[in-house]
């Protein structure tokens, strides 16, 4: 069975960075993009990015451009996502999420099961 | 803000019929991309409901449909059930983004 199995909850001070991990197992690794949305408390849904674990390459939401770094390890399934130079505003639930469809029609059928980032001083 | 415009709230009593509104514009919605809905429990990640404005994954009971038309969407629940209560978000993709746009998510009561 399908599984995105994402790393631990992390606090960190205003200015630094995180790096989160999403663990994919059940299905063709290289096969299905990979997505980043997050979700501030209380708040709605945020697209934050697109990593195709086959070749690595990325594209961002403009927000988050020049802070956002989405990598890959194909031989352990694993993707990444970095955001720097954190703020306040940065608290948020972090998810990773499988596309299926199509890259100009994406629908998300597995998600991981969050990671809660807190910036505070 | 929101790319795609929801209610915060819709309420109803078990059994009832409730429907949740999803509105776009020429990026999204209004340029021919689907529209996808997705409910989320509390304290858990995000479930695809209906993909493709108004297919039903396998697994997700026919009380549970979609529809689109022109820069809207929507999502309607029948039967409603106690278990039915949870954050419901619509998402399309936005050409403006060049990704993803979410609703701000509308909270279902049952009364």
């Known amino acids: 069975q399908v599984q995105l199995v994402q790393s631990g909850a992390e606090v960190k001070k205003p200015g630094a960075s995180v790096k989160v991990s999403c663990k994919a197992s059940g299905y063709t690794f290289t096969s299905y993009y990979m997505h980043w949305v997050r979700q501030a408390p209380g708040q709605g849904l945020e697209w934050m990015g697109i990593?195709?674990?086959?070749?690595?390459?990325?594209t961002y939401a403009q927000k988050f451009q020049g802070r956002v770094t989405m990598t890959r390890d194909t031989s352990t399934s694993t993707v990444y996502m970095e955001l720097s130079s954190l703020r306040s505003e940065d608290t948020a639930v972090y998810y990773c999420a499988r596309m299926s469809g199509y890259y100009y029609n994406p629908r998300y059928d597995y998600w991981g099961q969050g990671t809660l980032v807190t910036v505070s001083s | 803000q929101s790319v795609l415009t929801q209610p915060p709230s819709v309420s109803g009593a078990p059994g009832q019929r409730v429907t949740i509104s999803c509105t776009g514009n020429?990026?999204?919605?209004?340029?021919?991309?689907?529209v996808h809905w997705y409910q989320q429990l509390p304290g858990t990640a995000p479930k695809l409901l209906i993909y493709?404005?108004?297919n039903r994954p396998s697994g997700v009971p026919d009380r549970f449909s979609g529809s689109k038309s022109g820069t809207s969407a929507s999502l309607a629940i029948t039967g409603l059930q106690a278990e039915d209560e949870a954050d419901y978000y619509c998402q399309s993709y936005d050409s403006s983004l060049s990704g993803s746009g979410f609703g701000g998510g509308t909270k279902l009561t049952v009364l």
């Open positions: 990593i195709n674990p086959s070749g690595g390459s990325t």
């Open positions: 493709g404005n108004n």
């Open positions: 020429s990026s999204n919605i209004g340029a021919g991309y689907d």
